[in-house]
């Protein structure tokens, strides 16, 4: 391993820096879920079509030309702003990860953050002393404003994107993305599939 630390309190720690033009991984998420969106309003427009008894070929054609248009637009608006706020976080979508046999916690970090830092605090947390594993905590805990936490007992299927950096764990309602550098990658990955038992593996 060499980013990812064990730390004196049995977590494993590191700190990841997604490049999000390079790495598509963020922006075909929100693409999946603004297509998934659509397709619900489609079928709902469908069955009211049914209900409403104007149920034809050319009602349904035209009702896909404005969905359509409708997708694309939003599509291409999405695209800038993506682009946009990629510019405005500086390009890196920069992450924390806390690890241990019952979950994974990823911890977006706030866009001033020196991830620099962020490692010496994880890297302080190795064989701290029980005063100083809580000072270190503390000050990783100031660098980020939201997490998600992942329940391996509760995973249901992972998905492995290896050239995206990327490790998807999906449960009911709940969907985590896990980054680690190429040279740690195998180590969390394998870490992971032993400690979700219910979990398909896809890759």
């Known amino acids: 391993m060499e980013r990812i630390k064990m730390c004196d309190d049995g977590k494993y720690r590191w700190a990841y820096e997604l490049d999000m033009m390079k790495n598509p991984v963020i922006f075909n998420l929100i693409v ?3 297509l998934l969106v659509f397709a619900i309003v489609w ?5 009211i079509m049914l209900f409403e008894g104007d149920f034809s070929i050319e009602s349904i054609t035209m009702m896909g030309k404005v969905l359509f248009y409708v997708c694309v637009t939003i599509l291409v608006i999405a695209a800038l702003s993506y682009y946009i706020y990629t510019k405005m976080i500086g390009g890196y979508y920069c992450v924390i990860f806390e690890m241990d046999e019952n979950g994974v916690n990823h911890m977006q970090m706030d866009k001033q953050v ?3 830092r962020a490692i010496g605090l994880i890297t302080a947390l190795v064989g701290a002393a029980t005063k100083s594993i809580g000072a270190a ?3 990783l805990a100031s660098y980020y404003h939201q997490d998600l936490y992942t329940d391996f007992s ?3 299927n992972i998905i492995v994107l290896r050239q995206n950096n990327t490790i998807k764990l999906n449960q009911f ?3 985590n993305q896990v980054y680690a550098e190429d040279e740690d990658f195998d180590f969390v990955l394998d870490y992971i599939i032993e400690h979700c038992p219910k979990a398909r593996v896809s890759e």
């Open 32 to 34: 999946k879920v603004m």
């Open 154 to 156: 509760k995973v249901r």
């Open 114 to 116: 020196d991830i620099n």
């Open 137 to 139: 905590s503390a000050g």
């Open 43 to 47: 079928g709902i427009v469908l069955v």
């Open 173 to 175: 309602l709940i969907h």
